[in-house]
C-alpha cells in the first residue's frame, strides 16, 4: 500500500508541473476535507518569486522598522558554514550561502532619502546589496567595514547580539573583537543589540507573501489528507513509522522539504499513552500528526486528527468528535485575545483563564512562523510551562503568522472515560485586528475507512 501511494504519488506530480505560477488561493475559514494538491512550481520559478519578494521586503520592512526602532546603520556578518540567521534570510536564491565572510550594511541617511543597502563581501548578491568592498585597494574587510561607518558617521549602529533569541544573536565573540579592533573608540560606544531589528524583520509578512501562503498551507493540507486514508493506511498492516516515512517520500517526490520530521501517533482505547514507531494502526484508533513543510522560504505547521472506523461503524465516536471541538474551542478563545502590544505571556494567561472558566482543560503553545517554523516573536506558552515565560514577554505585533497549537483533554464516553489528548494546530494570519486562518482549520476529526 505505501509502495503503491508513492508511485501514484510521483505520477501525480509529474501531472501537475505547472505552465506558470501557482493558481491564487485566498485565505478562508474553512478547511476543504480533501482538498487537491496545488500545483508545485519548478525550481526555477520558485527563485524567481523568492528574489521577487526578498526585494520587497527589502525595499519596504528594512526601511520601516529602522525608522521606528531609531537605528542609522545596522550591520551583520555570516561565516561560510556559519549562517546568521538573518543574513541567510537576506540572500538571494541563488546565492543560497553565504561566501567566505559576508557582512551586509543598511545604513539610514535620513531625510526621507532611501535606505543604502551595502555588502562588504568578494561576491555580489543578486543585485540586492551594492558591493562595498575592492580587496585590491583595501586588503582588511573589517577595516573596509570601519571606513564605510566613519564616513557615515552613524549615532547608533545595531549589531545581532542577544542574551533572549538565537534570531538575535548572529554575531561570534571573534567577529565583534576584529571589527571593535578596527572602529574608532567613538563608534564602538555606539554599538547597540540588532536584537528587535532581527526580529521584526522575521516575523513581519507582507501582502505579497500572504498571497502566497494559503496555497502553501494548502500544499501541506492536501498531503496530510492523503496521509489519512486508505491509499496509505491499511489498518491492521501500516505501522506510524510507515506513515512518517510517506510522508518524507511522497515530499522528495514533489521536490519539497520537511523543516522536521514528521510525526505521527496513536492513541487507542485502554493504552495508557500515546503509540508510535513500530506500533501498527489498528480499527478504532484516534490518530494524530504534526507536519511542516518549507515552500518558497515560508513554512507551515499542523497537527491534525483522524479515527479509523471498526467494522460496521460509518462515523466517529460522538465523544471524540466532542474533544475536538473543545479544542475548537479554545482557538476561539486564544484567538479572540490577540492584541497588538499584548505580551505573548497575557494572552496564553488571559486565553487560558477564559478557557478553565468555560470548563475545559487546556494546555496552550503557540508560536510565531514565516521564514523559520518556531519563528521569531513571542511565544504564547510552552507544553511543558503554562506559566508566563521570558521568552514570551515580547510584544505581539501586526502583520504577523502564527501556528495557533494547543490541546485539550476530555474523558471519552465510548472508550470508558479515558481521559484523552485533542492536539490542533493550524496557520493564522494576525493583521492587527482579528486573526484569519491561512487555509481554514480542522473542525471534523477526519475518517480512514474500515476497508
Avoid at 100 to 105: K, N, Q
Avoid at 293 to 313: C, F, S, W
Avoid at 371 to 393: K, M, S, T, V, Y
Avoid at 434 to 450: C, L, N, P, S
Amino acid at each position: 500500500m505505501i509502495a503503491a501511494a508513492l508511485l501514484s504519488g510521483t505520477a501525480a506530480s509529474a501531472q501537475s508541473a505547472p505552465e506558470g505560477a501557482n493558481p491564487v488561493i485566498t485565505m478562508s475559514e474553512t478547511e476543504q476535507t480533501s482538498p487537491a494538491l496545488p500545483p508545485v512550481m519548478t525550481l526555477r520559478q520558485r527563485a524567481d518569486v523568492i528574489d521577487r519578494i526578498l526585494a520587497e521586503r527589502l525595499d519596504t520592512v528594512i526601511p520601516q522598522i529602522m525608522r521606528e526602532e531609531g537605528v542609522d546603520l545596522w550591520l551583520m556578518m555570516s561565516r561560510e558554514y556559519f549562517e546568521e540567521p538573518v543574513v541567510a534570510s537576506m540572500l538571494d536564491a541563488r546565492s543560497m550561502a553565504a561566501r567566505r565572510r559576508t557582512i551586509l550594511i543598511f545604513h539610514d541617511p535620513g531625510n526621507g532619502q532611501p535606505i543604502e543597502r551595502l555588502t562588504v563581501s568578494r561576491y555580489g548578491l543578486g543585485g540586492l546589496f551594492e558591493p562595498s568592498w575592492d580587496p585590491e585597494t583595501q586588503p582588511g574587510q573589517w577595516q573596509a567595514v570601519a571606513d564605510i561607518i566613519a564616513a557615515r558617521d552613524p549615532a547608533k549602529i545595531a549589531i545581532n547580539y542577544s542574551d533572549k533569541t538565537a534570531f538575535g544573536d548572529g554575531m561570534t565573540y571573534s567577529q565583534f573583537n576584529a571589527m571593535s579592533a578596527k572602529l574608532d573608540p567613538k563608534y564602538r560606544e555606539r554599538v547597540i543589540s540588532g536584537e528587535t531589528l532581527s526580529v521584526r524583520w522575521l516575523e513581519t509578512r507582507i501582502p505579497s507573501e500572504m498571497e502566497l501562503y494559503p496555497s502553501i498551507v494548502r500544499t501541506a493540507h492536501a498531503i496530510i489528507a492523503e496521509a489519512f486514508s486508505n491509499r496509505v493506511i491499511t489498518p491492521g498492516e501500516t505501522t506510524a513509522a510507515d506513515v512518517q516515512w510517506w510522508y518524507r517520500e511522497r515530499l522528495a517526490t514533489l521536490g519539497l522539504t520537511p523543516w522536521f520530521h514528521p510525526s505521527i501517533g496513536i492513541q487507542r482505547q485502554g493504552a495508557a499513552e500515546m503509540l508510535r514507531g513500530d506500533t501498527v494502526i489498528q480499527h478504532g484508533d484516534l490518530l494524530w500528526t504534526d507536519f511542516g513543510i518549507t515552500y518558497l522560504r515560508l513554512n507551515t505547521d499542523t497537527q491534525h486528527l483522524a479515527y479509523v472506523l471498526k467494522p460496521g461503524e460509518t462515523e466517529v465516536p460522538a465523544g471524540l468528535a466532542a474533544g475536538l471541538a473543545n479544542s475548537n474551542r479554545v482557538q476561539d478563545i486564544l484567538t479572540a485575545n490577540f492584541e497588538v502590544g499584548r505580551t505573548g505571556n497575557a494572552a496564553m494567561l488571559k486565553s487560558r483563564a477564559e478557557a478553565i472558566a468555560e470548563g475545559l482543560d487546556p494546555s496552550i503553545y503557540t508560536h510565531p512562523i514565516g521564514l523559520h517554523g518556531h519563528g521569531a516573536g513571542p511565544a504564547i506558552g510552552f507544553w511543558d510551562n503554562q506559566e508566563a515565560d521570558p521568552r514570551g514577554a515580547g510584544p505581539i505585533r501586526a502583520n504577523t503568522a502564527w501556528s495557533i497549537e494547543l490541546t485539550t483533554y476530555a474523558e471519552v464516553p465510548e472508550w470508558g472515560g479515558q481521559r484523552v489528548d485533542f492536539r490542533t494546530e493550524e496557520d493564522a494570519f494576525f493583521d492587527g485586528e482579528t486573526v484569519r486562518y491561512i487555509d481554514g482549520r480542522q473542525t471534523e476529526i477526519a475518517v480512514i475507512g474500515a476497508d
